[in-house]
């Protein structure tokens, strides 16, 4: 576990959108997402996007904090027929463990199973996060990816009700 202690999820707090707005500011975390909106340094399309993500009941949304500190946030959202589970924490959280963490403790708040994941083919940090959680690739998809300016590979992970995790 990281040197930050164990991890909370809790509530998202409009003050954790500050934090929120400068983790995907990041150049490397941008690249490494691949798949992010086009106007991330618009705080206004930033804002209104989170205003729109808090205010739907069908979302679950959690901030992640290690120590006392917003590493970051976690959520579990409606996509089609199934849910589908995005996490982003800022780079200087990456290695720790704690998205694995995290994830772990949404899958047990969030029971609805299948749950679908994506990450893009060489992002081995989240697909490992993803894999240790007992989420399975179970194909893949080409698009453009505004992070990278040019398409990218995914995957398209899911968790079953038979996925343990490791």
Not at 87 to 99: H, I, P, T, V
Not at 121 to 149: E, M, P, W, Y
Request: proline share 3%; glycine share 8%; with cysteine.
């Amino acid at each position: 576990m990281s040197s930050l202690g164990r991890i909370t999820l809790r509530e998202v707090e409009s003050s954790d959108l500050d934090a929120f707005y400068r983790h995907q500011l990041d150049p490397e975390a941008i690249r490494m997402a691949a798949f992010v909106g086009a106007n991330r340094e618009d705080r206004t399309v930033f804002n209104a996007h989170w205003n729109k993500i808090l205010t739907s009941p069908q979302n679950s949304n959690r901030t992640i904090v290690a120590g006392e500190q917003v590493a970051g946030y976690i959520a579990c959202y409606p996509q089609g027929e199934h849910l589908e589970v995005t996490y982003w924490l800022g780079s200087e959280y990456w290695g720790r463990g704690l998205a694995t963490e995290a994830l772990k403790q949404m899958l047990q708040m969030v029971p609805a199973r299948p749950i679908i994941a994506r990450a893009a083919t060489d992002n081995h940090g989240s697909l490992r996060v993803l894999q240790k959680c007992g989420f399975k690739i179970i194909g893949t998809d080409k698009c453009f990816a505004n992070g990278r300016g040019v398409e990218t590979e995914e995957y398209l992970l899911r968790l079953d009700d038979d996925q343990t995790q490791e």
